[in-house]
């Protein structure tokens, strides 16, 4: 199944990295990641983070701030969540997240040692 990006509708591109296959919009840089996909990477060998850094090679930041509300990988809607630093696209259904561009290093470090579920619902902030 072909994933559309949450910003840009772009057909996300999938990749393996460590094992784990990821979705990334080869438009505006961003990154759709199942659940559990933060944290397996945050356990990740450096050289693997660093790898997928290198595949996010997408154009600009999203200029599209018209975001989906139908999350991209189930039926579920998405929702904006607070994780650590940065305001993220959660989907309360299958748990999955879309990154921006540049928020992969604040999700890593908002999530070592805690799941996304749990720093979410520390911060208490998924809004419908």
Same mark, same amino acid.
């Given at each position: ?5 949450? *910003? ?5 591109? *999938? ?9 990334? =919009? ?8 199942? +659940? ?15 790898? #997928?850094?290198?595949? #996010?090679?997408?154009? $600009? ?9 139908? =999350?991209?990988? =189930?039926?579920? +809607? #998405? ?5 650590? $630093? ?14 921006? *561009? ?7 470090? +908002?999530? *070592? ?9 520390? +911060? ?5």
């Amino acid at each position: 199944m072909n994933l559309t990006c949450v *910003k840009c509708t772009s057909v996300l591109d *999938k990749s393996h990295i460590s094992g784990i296959e990821v979705d990334l =919009c080869p438009a505006c840089g961003g990154l759709w990641l199942d +659940a559990g996909e933060v944290e397996r990477l945050g356990q990740s060998p450096r050289p693997a983070v660093e790898d #997928l850094r290198r595949a #996010l090679t997408g154009g $600009q930041q999203a200029g599209i701030s018209e975001t989906q509300t139908a =999350c991209p990988a =189930c039926p579920g +809607a #998405l929702s904006q969540a607070t994780l650590g $630093q940065i305001t993220i696209e959660y989907c309360n259904r299958c748990h999955g997240v879309f990154l921006d *561009k540049g928020e992969l290093d604040a999700a890593l470090a +908002a999530v *070592k040692g805690s799941t996304v579920d749990q720093v979410i619902a520390l +911060a208490g902030s998924v809004a419908r």
